[in-house]
């Protein structure tokens, strides 16, 4: 019988390779809340280009959280939408999950309904019914005593019934408005002037702009743990390849996992695509070994897949983004200089900055020091040399 594909390429893996550390900085926030019932200090924040695993590890922590007791609210910004009344329906999802009594429900479904017309929320459904704010109350106004009390409250109720607090997981933190990020960080600062009342903890993802805009958005925002994200070590490229295959008893030759971590890197997502595509390629049974005739017929197939990424990256930047893109890709491999990008463009090196600021909030290219950027998809560079030059 033909084994199914371990690998997910887009998803949480089933295996999370290389996050160690992260995971344990994690940990301690929760164990800090479930042994003290406080306030695991201000946010706790991931930070990285897409496709390096944020989401994949916060979703591995919410599972870890459930395991301990906590309940967990998930939601993810849109630049289209407010977060705050995603976060209202969050924590609301979240009480419901651990099952609290009938009248804490209710009493719950009372307290939500209030707090919703205070944070100005529109639309929240609460017991099968919407609250609506009054006329005279702004549209996404979001004040933050009333963030605070709906914080406090679910926490405490948590733990109350035996629980061991709230924890709050944020993904896409870049796209939350300034004054939706000004009201969390308020509200989660004010919560720790006592925090022995407050079992909770914060836990966010966003891009590389995500410090930046958090201590735009207040200035004590950079008081927030800032945990960057790089690709893995060939170590854990090689785990990330070799353990949901073992899963399957099937193995690698090891010169064909060398040949795939030599070629793919340590991108997360793109070494799922690569050992996914791999995997189909062979069709492995039972006991089968992934040889270098397999990742021959498989690399192809990612390489389909890596290059429609690269067209839709290309495609979502406007004209004055390509132009700057080309410059940086004429550039070479690797970390790009502002004034060589500026030169190629044949532009002074102050008037690229608003291009270059758009391509890092788009997550296309990131900066890694001073006057440097690159580009956050490996191999996105040469596929735009190569459309220049065809």
């Known amino acids: 019988m033909t084994l199914p594909d371990p690998y997910t390429p887009g998803q949480v893996p089933r295996v999370l390779a290389g996050r160690a550390v992260e995971l344990g900085r994690i940990r301690d926030r929760l164990g800090r809340v479930a042994s003290f019932s406080e306030l695991a200090g201000p946010l706790l924040v991931f930070h990285a280009p897409r496709g390096l695993g944020k989401t994949s590890l916060l979703r591995t922590a919410e599972k870890e959280a459930a395991a301990l007791g906590f309940a967990s609210a998930w939601l993810a910004c849109s630049r289209e939408r407010p977060f ?54 702004p549209a996404g106004a979001a004040p933050i005593g009333a963030l605070e009390d709906l914080l406090h409250e679910a926490a405490a109720a948590v733990r109350e019934r035996g629980g061991a607090g709230l924890v709050v997981f944020i993904d896409e933190l870049h796209a939350a408005s300034a004054d939706d990020l000004a009201t969390l960080l308020n509200a989660v600062q004010n919560l720790d002037g006592s925090r022995e009342d407050n079992p909770l903890t914060v836990v966010t993802a966003g891009l590389p702009v995500t410090p930046e805009a958090i201590i735009r958005a207040a200035t004590f925002g950079e008081r927030s743990a800032f945990v960057p994200l790089d690709v893995l070590s060939d170590d854990d490229a090689r785990q990330l390849l070799v353990l949901p295959a073992e899963a399957l008893d099937v193995d690698w030759d090891p010169d064909a996992l060398e040949e795939v971590v030599r070629r793919v890197g340590g991108h997360p997502y793109l070494l799922q695509l690569a050992g996914s595509c791999t995997w189909q390629a062979l069709r492995p049974d039972a006991g089968a070994v992934i040889d270098q005739a397999a990742v021959d017929a498989g690399l192809p197939a990612a390489e389909v897949q890596l290059t429609a990424m690269h067209a839709a990256r290309w495609g979502s930047a406007t004209e004055l983004e390509q132009t700057f893109i080309a410059a940086m890709a004429s550039a070479g491999p690797g970390n790009v200089t502002r004034a060589s990008i500026a030169a190629a463009m044949g532009v002074d090196s102050r ?23 690159r580009f956050t998809m490996p191999g996105f560079g040469s596929w735009v040399r190569a459309r220049s030059s065809g």
Request: proline fraction near 4%; glycine fraction near 10%; charged fraction near 30%.
């Open 84 to 137: 705050i009344p995603e976060l209202v329906r969050s924590v609301e999802r979240a009480l419901e999950r651990v099952d609290l009594q009938m009248e804490s429900r209710q009493r719950w479904r009372d307290r939500l309904s209030s707090l919703s017309l205070e944070l100005g929320v529109f639309g929240v459904s609460v017991g099968g019914e919407v609250a609506r704010s009054d006329a005279d109350v």
């Open 351 to 373: 008037s690229i900055s608003v291009p270059r600021e758009r391509l890092i909030e788009k997550g296309i290219i990131e900066p890694v020091g001073h006057g440097l950027v």
